[in-house]
């Protein structure tokens, strides 16, 4: 059986999650819980566009937050 992920001619959601972490997500599929649909339905190509246009820092929200506020006022870059 092929990998559903992986089907260039499947339609897809980009899905998203409260760290910011995006997902290529087949369509047939129910979305997992803690995550939601913000593109798509689309091919895959256009899903993988979506996310390297938008998807620019890899770092989850908590640690980004982290990192601009850490304990003692000094920030980390």
């Known amino acids: 059986m ?3 992920f992986e089907d260039a001619d499947a339609n ?3 899905l998203v999650n409260d760290e910011g972490q995006h997902s290529l997500w087949p369509e047939f599929a ?3 819980a803690g ?3 913000i593109f798509g339905p689309a ?8 996310i390297e246009s938008n998807w ?3 770092r ?5 937050a982290a990192m601009d506020n850490p304990p003692g006022g000094r920030t980390v870059h």
């Not at 091919?43 to 566009?49: A, D, H, K, S, Y």
């Open 30 to 32: 129910a979305v997992p």
């Open 56 to 58: 620019t820092d890899m």
């Open 12 to 14: 897809y959601l980009v």
């Open 60 to 64: 989850p929200k908590s640690l980004i």
């Open 35 to 37: 995550w939601k649909s």
């Open 43 to 50: 091919i895959r190509g256009e899903c993988l566009n979506f």
């Open 2 to 4: 092929a990998n559903p």
